[in-house]
């Protein structure tokens, strides 16, 4: 019976990964075809019916690219870092509050937490091993922000935590069957939002991808495959994001229709903030982040805290 339930939960997890590369794949096109109407152009529209195999022929093509490398670069940190990057941004989908087949354990958010911090390593050795200097300067940008958002992000987080009394994301669904968290947590909700985009490197907090002036950040060095997993992991946590986003604050998980149009509504947003926001300057970028974010949310926390004993 042990051995069965292994492989249901093996099969489950292939599946799950499996679904979230395909919407990976249609994020990216998604992506392209929004900014190319945001912009007054098409977007791919040439491969397949509306350009729905451009995603795929993207993939062909950069896998089947030829992998370069630095002659001075430190190689195997260099080669395996895309790769730790991208088997981590998996693993955090294995904490999905799935009814069936899946691992359901009581500590998902913790567990989320600690593969986001675990993210940013794989972001500093990707930018040191290139040993480029542009390379360099986009890892330490990156590090550096995405360290500042995780204080803000964990403490806000945590408001909705206390307010459950737990860990489990199952959790989630069962307290906001009458009234979602956004409604009781309006400000949170933006803090949240704004954080989530400055974990995930994304417009306007891409410092570490500053084209103007670090030509591409820490992935300038990487070609084909090694470029392509970089996308994957950043493409997969902005999903990931989203549905954590919609777990906390917008109903927690239904097997059902809503929840994955809500799930797209979110990921759209961060398309349509990249389509019409400028980029922060770096040094409002941390402004924000220690002066606005961390005080909002300690405050909040507080009050939540206060909330809870009050209704206890």
């Known amino acids: 019976m042990v051995l069965k339930d292994m492989i249901m939960i093996f099969v489950g997890a292939i599946i799950?990964?499996?679904?979230?590369?395909?919407?990976?794949?249609?994020?990216t096109l998604l992506e392209r075809k929004l900014l190319g109407y945001i912009q007054i152009r098409k977007g791919p529209n040439k491969v397949g019916i509306m350009g729905v195999l451009q995603p795929f022929s993207d993939a062909i093509k950069l896998?089947?690219?030829e992998q370069t490398y630095p002659v001075y670069s430190n190689y195997m940190s260099y080669y395996f870092s895309p790769i730790v990057s991208f088997i981590l941004s998996l693993l955090i989908w294995m904490v999905i509050p799935y009814y069936f087949n899946m691992i359901n354990f009581s500590l998902g958010t913790l567990f989320f937490l600690c593969c986001t911090s675990l993210g940013v390593y794989t972001v500093m050795i990707a930018g040191w091993s290139s040993n480029s200097n542009y390379s360099l300067l986009?890892?330490?940008?990156?590090?550096?922000?995405t360290i500042s958002y995780e204080v803000s992000l964990a403490l806000i987080l945590m408001s909705s935590l206390v307010m459950i009394m737990g860990f489990d994301l199952m959790m989630f669904i069962l307290y906001q069957d009458y009234i979602w968290f956004?409604?009781?947590?309006?400000?949170?909700?933006l803090c949240l939002m704004?954080?989530?985009?400055?974990?995930?490197?994304?417009?306007?907090?891409?410092?570490?991808?500053?084209?103007?002036?670090?030509v591409s950040g820490f992935n300038v060095e990487y070609s084909s495959g090694g470029?392509?997993?970089?996308?994957?992991?950043?493409?997969?946590?902005?999903?990931?994001?989203?549905?954590?986003?919609v777990l906390t604050f917008l109903g927690g998980f239904s097997m059902s229709l809503f929840f994955y149009l809500k799930l797209s509504l979110i990921s759209f947003l961060f398309?349509?903030?990249?389509g019409t926001l400028p980029r922060y300057r770096y040094d409002k970028l941390m402004?924000?982040?220690?002066?606005?974010?961390?005080?909002?949310?300690?405050?909040?926390l507080l009050f939540f805290m206060g909330v809870k004993i009050f209704l206890m």
């Not at 799950?16 to 994020?27: H, S, T, Y």
């Not at 470029?227 to 986003?245: D, G, K, Q």
């Not at 402004?287 to 909040?300: E, M, R, V």
């Open 138 to 145: 986009g890892g330490l940008r990156a590090v550096a922000q």
């Open 182 to 189: 956004i409604f009781l947590m309006f400000p949170l909700g």
């Open 271 to 274: 398309i349509w903030v990249r």
């Open 287 to 300: 402004y924000l982040a220690w002066k606005s974010y961390l005080p909002i949310s300690l405050n909040f």
């Open 194 to 214: 704004s954080s989530m985009l400055a974990e995930t490197n994304r417009t306007p907090f891409d410092f570490a991808e500053g084209e103007s002036e670090l």
């Open 63 to 65: 896998f089947t690219k």
């Open 16 to 27: 799950l990964i499996l679904g979230v590369l395909i919407g990976v794949a249609f994020l």
């Open 227 to 245: 470029f392509a997993l970089i996308f994957l992991a950043e493409y997969s946590s902005i999903l990931f994001m989203s549905m954590m986003f």
